[in-house]
């Protein structure tokens, strides 16, 4: 199997943020990963990427908020959207001029 790209979207949040999804399966997992999906979940507020949630080859599973990178658990792909939207909820309920 080759890797197949699963979604690859852009969601208007406001006139100034979006957030970019996108997720391919792969024939194997990334170094650092225990799954078979490559992934990238951005907020992008104003032209500067606030919160992304990624697991580039090696590092594994993480996501960064704030100027810091943390460990994220992976469990299922409907999850992974649903804590990424559940951070960007969060985001934008403590800085309310996005």
């Known amino acids: ?7 690859n979207r852009r969601v208007p ?7 970019e999804l996108v ?3 792969l024939p194997e997992p990334l170094s650092g990963s ?11 507020v104003a032209g500067e990427c606030v ?3 990624d697991n580039e080859a090696g590092k594994g599973d993480h996501k ?15 999850k992974l959207v649903a804590d990424f939207f ?3 909820k969060r ?4 800085n309310s001029n996005d």
Do not use: I, N, P
């Open 1 to 7: 199997m080759k890797a197949r790209e699963l979604f």
């Open 13 to 19: 949040v406001t006139a100034q943020a979006f957030s």
């Open 23 to 25: 997720l391919w399966e």
């Open 34 to 44: 225990k799954h078979c999906y490559k992934y990238r979940l951005a907020f992008v």
């Open 51 to 53: 919160l992304r949630y």
């Open 64 to 78: 960064h908020m704030g100027g810091k990178e943390v460990k994220y658990r992976f469990v299922e792909v409907d």
């Open 86 to 88: 559940e951070d960007v």
């Open 91 to 94: 985001w934008r309920d403590e």
